[in-house]
Nanobody, 119 residues
């Protein structure tokens, strides 16, 4: 089992910045994809950004490209999402996600953290 613990959400004004972090613990497979999804009220959950460890690529949703940056710490078990130039449309519950990269692996989710962009 893998546990994901998120932190860093809150209220920020439009144009502001916020950084989310998520730390994984437990039985973590060495190769994995770790990232962030978000879900706004009355909308489907959508991928925001994902990072593949072991020197793999980083992918972003078109709506956040150039404004958000995903990174990991040296252990690879903590992922960060630096969000800049925030817009009201970025308001959502953000979920940390981890998928081990082997066939048949389970997905793991954090509990979700609220980000509200409002003046």
């Amino acid at each position: 089992q893998v546990q994901l613990v998120e932190s860093g959400g809150g209220l920020v004004q439009p144009g502001g910045s916020l950084e989310l972090s998520c730390t994984a613990s437990g039985n973590i497979f060495s190769l994995n994809a770790m990232g962030w999804y978000r879900q706004a009220p009355r909308k489907s959950r959508e991928l925001v950004a994902v990072s593949f460890n072991g020197g793999g690529p980083k992918n972003y949703a078109e709506s956040v490209e150039g404004r958000f940056t995903i990174s990991r710490d040296n252990t690879g078990n903590t992922v960060y999402l630096l969000m800049t130039s925030l817009k009201p449309d970025d308001s959502a519950v953000y979920y940390c996600h981890l998928r081990p990269l082997y066939q048949g692996a389970d997905d793991y989710w954090g509990q979700g953290i609220q980000v509200t962009v409002s003046s």
